[in-house]
C-alpha cells in the first residue's frame, strides 16, 4: 500500500452533509487508518534501516579511510624531514639544501597530497550516498563534466600556475633563500606557492612571478659555486714570481677563517687566459659555497693587491701605465715657422695674387 493511500485513509476528505455540519469519523474508520498506516511502516521500515546502515557504513568508511590516509602521508613526510637531518654534518649533507628549506618543502608537499586524498575520498563518499537514495547522478555528472571543462577554459592559467607549482615543489627546483634567475625576473626566493613565486631582486625590488610563466630557471645556490679573478699584468713581468705570489695568496686564504668555511676546493692558479702585447692575464678560480662566490671574488681580489704591491708587480690600468710613459716634449705641438707667414718673403711675394691690369688710357 503506498503512503499517498494510507494518507487518504487516515484523513479522508469530509464530505458536508445535508444540513452543512461536517461528519465525524467513527471509530471504525479511525481504527482502520491505524491499521493502514501501521502496516505501511511495517512493510518500509526494513527499506529505511537498510538505507541508513549503508548511508552510516559509507560515511563511517570514509572518514576512516581518510584518517588512515592523511596519518601515513604525515608519517612519509616526517620521515623524509628526518632523513635530510641525519645527513647534515656530513660530505653530502653540505651539497643538500638545509633543514629549514627541507621543512617547508615537505610541509608544502604533506599539504597538497593531504588535500587531494580528502577531496577525492569525500567526493566518492557524497556521490556513494546520493546513489543509496537512488538518485540519478547521470545528470549530476554530466552538468559537472561540462562545468569543469569550461572552468578548464576560463581559468586554464589559473591551472597552468597551480600545476606547475606542485611539480616545482615535487621535484625541488628552488626554495625560500635561494639566489635563482627565472627569465623574467632574478633574484633570492623569499616565498613559494603554489600558483605565485615572490623574488626580491638586487635593488630590493620584489617580483611576483607566475609558476606558469617560468619557461626556464636557474638556480645558483644548489651545489656549488665558481669564484673567478682575473688579473692583468705587465706583458714583461717574471710568470714564475707572479704564480709564486699568486700561490701564496691562495694557501694562506685557504687556511683562514672564515675563508677556509666558504672555500669547497683549494684556490687554483689556472694559468694564463690571454696574452696581448702590453698586458698578461693571469686567472685565479676556486669552488665555493653556493651565492659567496662574489664574496669570495673581492677578498682574493683585496689581497692579491696588496701581495703585487709588497712584491713590486704591477697590475695594468690606470694610473701605472701613465708612470711608465716616457715625459711628453712640450715642443711637439708647436708648428715649424713657415715661409708664408712673412708677407715680404720671396715664397710669399710670389703667391700673392696679380694685380689687375689697367686699362684706362
Known amino acids: 500500500m503506498s503512503l499517498s493511500a494510507v494518507l487518504s485513509a487516515a ?27 501501521a502496516g505501511w ?8 534501516l537498510a538505507i541508513g546502515l549503508r548511508v552510516l557504513l559509507i560515511v563511517v568508511i570514509a572518514v576512516v579511510l581518510r584518517v588512515v590516509v592523511r596519518r601515513a602521508i604525515t608519517k612519509l613526510v616526517d620521515r623524509m624531514s628526518r632523513t635530510g637531518q641525519a645527513v647534515d ?125 617560468v ?11 665558481t669564484a673567478n679573478v682575473d688579473v692583468t699584468v705587465r706583458s714583461d713581468e717574471d710568470l714564475d714570481r707572479v704564480k709564486a705570489t699568486l700561490t701564496e695568496v691562495a694557501e694562506r686564504t685557504s ?28 686567472r685565479v678560480s676556486a669552488k665555493t659555497m653556493p651565492g659567496k662566490s662574489l664574496t669570495v671574488e673581492r677578498e682574493l681580489r683585496w689581497r692579491i693587491k696588496r701581495a703585487f704591491d709588497a712584491s713590486g708587480i704591477r697590475i695594468v690600468g690606470g694610473a701605472t701605465a701613465l708612470e711608465d710613459a716616457p ?14 707667414a712673412s708677407t715680404v718673403s720671396p715664397q710669399s711675394m710670389a703667391a700673392s695674387p696679380l694685380p689687375p691690369p689697367n686699362i684706362t688710357k
Open 11 to 37: 484523513d479522508p476528505s469530509p464530505t458536508p452533509s445535508e444540513s452543512g455540519t461536517p461528519v465525524v469519523p467513527s471509530l471504525k474508520d479511525a481504527h482502520e487508518s491505524a491499521t493502514n498506516a
Open 89 to 213: 654534518g656530513t660530505a653530502l649533507g653540505g651539497l643538500l639544501v638545509n633543514a629549514e628549506r627541507r621543512r617547508q618543502r615537505s610541509q608544502a608537499i604533506g599539504s597538497v597530497l593531504r588535500s587531494v586524498a580528502s577531496f577525492l575520498i569525500l567526493g566518492t563518499a557524497a556521490l556513494m550516498v546520493l546513489g543509496t537514495f537512488q538518485i540519478n547522478l547521470a545528470p549530476l555528472l554530466a552538468s559537472a563534466g561540462v562545468a569543469g571543462v569550461a572552468i578548464g577554459f576560463g581559468a586554464r592559467n589559473l591551472v597552468t600556475d597551480f600545476l606547475s607549482g606542485v611539480f616545482m615543489i615535487l621535484e625541488d627546483q628552488y626554495g625560500v633563500g635561494d639566489s635563482v634567475d627565472a627569465g623574467v625576473a632574478s633574484g633570492e626566493v623569499i616565498e613559494v606557492g603554489l600558483r605565485v613565486t615572490k623574488l626580491r631582486g638586487d635593488n630590493g625590488e620584489i617580483w611576483y612571478v607566475r609558476n606558469g610563466e
Open 327 to 340: 715625459p711628453a716634449d712640450p715642443t711637439a705641438g708647436v708648428a715649424a715657422p713657415s715661409a708664408y
Open 41 to 48: 511502516v511495517e512493510e518500509n521500515w526494513s527499506t529505511w
Open 255 to 282: 687556511k683562514e677563517e672564515p675563508w677556509n668555511e666558504l672555500l669547497w676546493s683549494p684556490v687554483e692558479v689556472l694559468g694564463l687566459d690571454s696574452v696581448l702585447l702590453d698586458s698578461m692575464v693571469v
Open 215 to 225: 619557461k626556464r630557471i636557474g638556480n645558483l645556490s644548489q651545489g656549488w659555486a
